[in-house]
C-alpha cells in the first residue's frame, strides 16, 4: 500500500472535475455558513452581552479592529494559509490532521497524546455542533422583534419549527436542497456588504478602526473589560475550522478563493456598517445587524438571514455525520447504521442515531435558553477549544514533520497559541452562565471515544492471547476434519491467529468447507485507498487463505462487492456458495488490569448496540451464520 506524503494535492486530487468558480459557489453555501452568519450576533454581543462595553468610539473602533486582526490571523494566516496545506490526501479537520501527523511521524510515544488531543478537538466539535444551529437560527428569528416588537414571544416556538423541520429532511439527502444553498449565500453576502457600504458612507472615519492601534488603545484603557469583551469578539471567527474540516468536498483553492474575494471582504464592510450605525445611534447595540437596513427592508433582511442560518445549520449537520463515520471507521466509535443518501457523492451519508440526538438536544437548547444573547454563553468554548488543539497540532506538524525553519514556526506558533489562548481563557469565564454546556457535552463524548478505542484494543489483545496459531490449526484440522462443498468466509479483526468463530464452527459442526477465507478489514489512516491496493492475500496451504481488505477512513465498506473481484484464492466467489462466520463477543467485567470497572460496562453497553457487522459490511442476509463467545476484559 503506498503512504507516500501528500502534504500538497490539487483539485484534480481530490478527484474534483468542476472549476474553481463552480466549486467556490458551492463552498459559499456549505463552508462559510457559520462565520457567515456571525454578524448577525457577534456584535451585539460584545456591547450587550453578559459583558456589556460601553458604546463610543474607543470601543467601537477597537472592538471593529479586533474583529479585523482576528479574521486576519486565526483565519486567513492560520487556517487558509497554513493548516489547509496539511491535507490527509484531500481531506481535513482534526481527525485527518491527526491521521497525517501519526503516519508521517515515527514518535510513537508522542502519538498517544496527540491522539487524545484530536479525540478532544473531536469532542467538542460534537459539542458545537449542536449550539450552532440553535445560535443561528435564534439570532435569525429574533430579528422579526426588530420588525415587530410584539414578535417577541413568537421567536421561541417559529425557530423551534424551523429547527425540527431541518431534521427532519435529513434523511431524504441535501443533495437537492444543496444545489440552492451557493446562490442563496451569493445574495447573503451581496446585502451584507451593501448594507456595510451604506452605513459606511455616513461615517467614512470608521475605515481608520482597521489600524491595530485602536485595538491596543482598547486593551491599555481597560484590559479586565477587553479580556472579557474577547468572549464575544471570538464568535465573529467561529466557524474557521469549518473551511479545513470541508476542504475535502470542495479543495483548497476554491475555498481560498471565495474567502479573499467574497466572504471576507462582505464581513469587514458588515461590521464597520454596524460600528459606523452605533456611532451615530448608540442606542442601535440592541440589534446593530437588522437596525442598518431601512425599515421597509428589515422584513426581507429576516427571511434571507433567516434561509443562511439554516444553511449554516445544514452544513454543521452534514459536518457532524461526516466526523462520526470518519470516527467509526478509525475505531473511535462503535458501528452505527449509516444511509447513503447520494448514488453518486459518497461522502453524502445520513445517520440517524445522530440525528435524532441532535434534534432532541437542540431543541431543548432552544426552550432553556430562550434567548441567543443567553446561548452566546454556552457559545464560543468549544470553537475556541478545537482552535487551541489545532495549533498545538499544527506545530507538530511544522516542527516534526514538515522540518519548518524554527526561527520562523516558533515565532508564529507563539502569536497562535497567544489568540487562540486569550481567546479560550475569555470563554472559560462563561461556564457559569451556560458555558458548562458544551463542556459537559464534550467531556461525555470524550469518554465514550477514548473508552471504545481502549476497549477494543484490550478485547483484540485477549483474544491474541487466547488464539490458536493458524499453521496449527491446519495441520490438525484440515486431515481430521470432513470437508464440504462451497466457500466459508470467517471475518476477524486479528490480522494473526485462528478467528474464534472458525474454533466454534470446527467444534459443534465437526466440518470445514473446501475453501476457507480468514478476513480481516483493515481502516488505514488515509482517506482513500486505491483499488490496486484493496486486496492482499496469502495462501496458507490446503485451501486456507487470509485475506486482508483496506479501506480509507471516508471510504463506503462493501464486502461482497470486493470478493467478487479476488481472482488468485481458487475459482471466483459466488456469493450463494458463500458462508459468512461471524464472532459475536459477550464482554465480561473483570479485575484485570485495563480499565475501570465502570468504563468496561459501558463499553460492553456500547458494543450490545452497535450495529451488526452483517449490515456494517453489507453482508447477504441469508449467507450470514453468528457464533458467540465471552471474553474478559
Known amino acids: 500500500m503506498s503512504t507516500d506524503p501528500a502534504s500538497a494535492t490539487t483539485l484534480q486530487d481530490h478527484g474534483h472535475k468542476d472549476g474553481v468558480p463552480k466549486l467556490a459557489l458551492g463552498a459559499l453555501g456549505v463552508v462559510f455558513g457559520d462565520i457567515g452568519t456571525s454578524p448577525l450576533y457577534a456584535f451585539k454581543e460584545t456591547f450587550v452581552g453578559h459583558h456589556p462595553i460601553a458604546v463610543d468610539q474607543l470601543h467601537i473602533f477597537g472592538v471593529v479592529s479586533l474583529i479585523f486582526w482576528s479574521l486576519v490571523l486565526v483565519v486567513t494566516v492560520k487556517y487558509v494559509s497554513i493548516i489547509m496545506r496539511a491535507d490527509n490526501r484531500g481531506e481535513g479537520g482534526s481527525l485527518a490532521l491527526l491521521a497525517l501527523i501519526s503516519r508521517l511521524s515515527s514518535n510513537t510515544r508522542r502519538s498517544g497524546y496527540l491522539a487524545l488531543l484530536g479525540v478532544l478537538a473531536t469532542a467538542l466539535f460534537f459539542g458545537d455542533a449542536m449550539i450552532t444551529p440553535a445560535m443561528t437560527v435564534m439570532s435569525a428569528v429574533e430579528g422579526l422583534t426588530v420588525v415587530q416588537a410584539g414578535m417577541g414571544p413568537l421567536v421561541v416556538p417559529i425557530a423551534i419549527g424551523i429547527l425540527v423541520a431541518l431534521f427532519l429532511i435529513q434523511a431524504r439527502g441535501t443533495a437537492r436542497v444543496g444545489a440552492v444553498f451557493g446562490p442563496i449565500m451569493v445574495l447573503y453576502f451581496v446585502t451584507l456588504g451593501v448594507l456595510g457600504v451604506v452605513n459606511l458612507i455616513e461615517r467614512p472615519d470608521m475605515l481608520f478602526s482597521l489600524n491595530p492601534w485602536w485595538a491596543a488603545l482598547f486593551i491599555a484603557e481597560d484590559p479586565a473589560l477587553a479580556f472579557f469583551a474577547l468572549g464575544s469578539i471570538v464568535l465573529a471567527v467561529t466557524g474557521a475550522e469549518a473551511l479545513y474540516a470541508d476542504m475535502g468536498h470542495f479543495g483548497r483553492k476554491p475555498i481560498t478563493f471565495s474567502w479573499l474575494w467574497i466572504v471576507l471582504p462582505a464581513l469587514m464592510l458588515n461590521y464597520l456598517g454596524q460600528g459606523a450605525l452605533l456611532l451615530e445611534e448608540p442606542i442601535a447595540a440592541e440589534n446593530p445587524f437588522f437596525l442598518m437596513a431601512p425599515e421597509w427592508a428589515r422584513l426581507p433582511l429576516v427571511l434571507l438571514a433567516t434561509a443562511a442560518a439554516i444553511i449554516a445549520s445544514q452544513a454543521v449537520i452534514t459536518g457532524t455525520f461526516s466526523v462520526t463515520r470518519q470516527a467509526i471507521q478509525l475505531g473511535f466509535l462503535p458501528r452505527l447504521r449509516i444511509t447513503h443518501t447520494s448514488a453518486s457523492a459518497e461522502g453524502q451519508v445520513f445517520i440517524p442515531i445522530v440525528n435524532w440526538t441532535l434534534a432532541l438536544l437542540v431543541v431543548l437548547l432552544v426552550l432553556g435558553f430562550k434567548s441567543s444573547s443567553n446561548l452566546a454563553a454556552a457559545y464560543g468554548i468549544a470553537v475556541t477549544g478545537t482552535m487551541f488543539i489545532d495549533t498545538l497540532l499544527l506545530g507538530v506538524l511544522l516542527l516534526s514533520v514538515w522540518k519548518w525553519n524554527r526561527w520562523v514556526a516558533v515565532p508564529l506558533l507563539a502569536v497562535f497559541l497567544l489568540v487562540d489562548g486569550m481567546y479560550f481563557a475569555s470563554n472559560l469565564t462563561k461556564v457559569p452562565d451556560g458555558g458548562w454546556f458544551p463542556l459537559v ?8 471515544l477514548t473508552t471504545w478505542s481502549r476497549g477494543r484494543e484490550l478485547m483484540q489483545e485477549r483474544l491474541r492471547e487466547s488464539a490458536m496459531p493458524i499453521e496449527v490449526f491446519i495441520k490438525s484440522a484440515s486431515s481430521a476434519a470432513a470437508r464440504v462443498s462451497g466457500t466459508a468466509v470467517f471475518m476477524t479483526s486479528s490480522p494473526t ?48 487463505y487470509r485475506i486482508i481488505i483496506r479501506y480509507g477512513f471516508m471510504q463506503e465498506i462493501d464486502i461482497p462487492a470486493v470478493l467478487k473481484r479476488i481472482e488468485n484464492c481458487g475459482p471466483k466467489v459466488k456469493m450463494m456458495e458463500t458462508s459468512f462466520f461471524l464472532s459475536r463477543q459477550t464482554l465480561l467485567a473483570s479485575d484485570k488490569p485495563g480499565m475501570a470497572l465502570w468504563r468496561e460496562h459501558l463499553f460492553s453497553w456500547m458494543m450490545r448496540n452497535a450495529e451488526s457487522a452483517m449490515d456494517f459490511f ?15 476484559i
Open 497 to 544: 491467529g485462528v478467528p474464534p468463530a472458525l474454533l466454534h464452527n470446527l467444534k459443534h459442526n465437526k466440518v470445514l468447507h473446501e475453501r476457507i477465507m480468514i478476513l480481516t478489514v483493515v481502516i488505514d489512516e488515509i482517506p482513500y485507498v486505491s483499488e490496486e491496493d484493496r486486496i492482499g492475500t496469502v495462501m496458507l496451504g490446503s485451501d486456507f
Open 618 to 632: 453489507k453482508l447477504p442476509t441469508n449467507r450470514v451464520v453468528e457464533l458467540g463467545s465471552q471474553v474478559e
Open 441 to 448: 457535552i464534550g467531556l461525555l463524548g470524550f469518554t465514550m
